[in-house]
């Protein structure tokens, strides 16, 4: 499995960026796809948004709601996170992520989102 996020990059509030994943290793179609973030200071990851396998439903962690949207593209193998209206408290190292049957954590390397005047 391989994850390999890109499209971070240094923002001011107000703007927007666009996150994309690129997944290979295993069958894209079949899992639900997540986008985590780990905000400067904090030790643990928190899920920004997760999009499910064939359906395509979503859910959004209540600071990034009505903001963020995330979808994926199943032909190519991708999942996308749009994000709007970038906060200062939105600047954190966002991963994609992925889980297999087993309940093993998958991770990209991580792109870094910086929301600065």
């Known amino acids: 499995v391989q994850l390999v996020e890109s499209g971070g990059g240094l923002v001011q509030p107000g703007g927007s960026l666009r996150l994309s994943c690129v997944a290979s290793g295993f069958t894209f179609s079949d899992y639900t796809m997540r986008w985590f973030r780990q905000s400067p200071g904090k030790a643990e990851r928190e899920v920004v948004a997760i999009i499910t396998a064939a359906e395509g439903l979503t859910n959004y962690a209540a600071p990034v709601k009505g903001r963020f949207t995330i979808s994926r593209d199943n032909a190519k193998n991708t999942v996308d996170l749009q994000m709007n209206n970038l906060k200062p408290e939105d600047t954190a190292v966002y991963y994609c992520?992925?889980?297999?049957?087993?309940?093993?954590?998958?991770w990209g390397q991580g792109t870094q989102v910086t929301v600065s005047a």
């Open positions: 992520n992925t889980r297999n049957r087993q309940g093993d954590d998958y």
